[in-house]
């Protein structure tokens, strides 16, 4: 019952500075996994940074001091804010979350496509001159 919805992409030069957010719907996403991913036209999908349910992050080497995953429980969302953009970062960004288990002790979040149980309809972010 969970739904996922991206907003924020848009244009930005190089070096700017843009923020999507990921709101979840239905369900209370307090205890998911909240991934971020981005997907250029004739590539995979690939993980871009995530948040665990506790909060702690993990980001791929590409992104690695430039983009910061960030989420507020109060209005059920996830950010991704990407500073220091560059032209290769153009994509269409997605959010994806993983089931929580049934345990008071949650796992750390994970970069794997494939690992994912929902998916939000993506934003397109564009860098460019």
């Known amino acids: 019952q969970l739904q996922l919805a991206e907003s924020g992409g848009g244009l930005v030069q190089p070096g700017g500075s843009l923020r999507v957010a990921c709101v979840a719907s239905?369900?209370?996403?307090?205890?998911?996994?909240i991934g971020w991913f981005r997907q250029a036209p004739g590539k995979a999908r690939e993980g871009v940074a995530c948040?665990?349910?506790?909060?702690?992050?993990k980001y791929a080497n590409s992104v690695l001091g430039r983009f910061t995953v960030s989420r507020d429980y109060s209005k059920n969302s996830v950010y991704l804010q990407l500073d220091s953009l560059k032209p290769e970062d153009t994509a269409v960004y997605y959010c994806?979350?993983?089931?929580?288990?049934?345990?008071?002790?949650?796992?750390?979040?994970?970069?794997?496509?494939?690992?994912?149980?929902?998916w939000g309809q993506g934003t397109q972010v564009t860098v460019s001159s």
């Open positions: 994806a979350a993983k089931t929580p288990t049934l345990t008071t002790i949650q796992p750390m979040c994970d970069l794997d496509t494939s690992n994912q149980d929902y």
């Open positions: 948040i665990s349910a506790d909060g702690m992050t």
């Open positions: 239905g369900h209370t996403a307090d205890y998911y996994r």
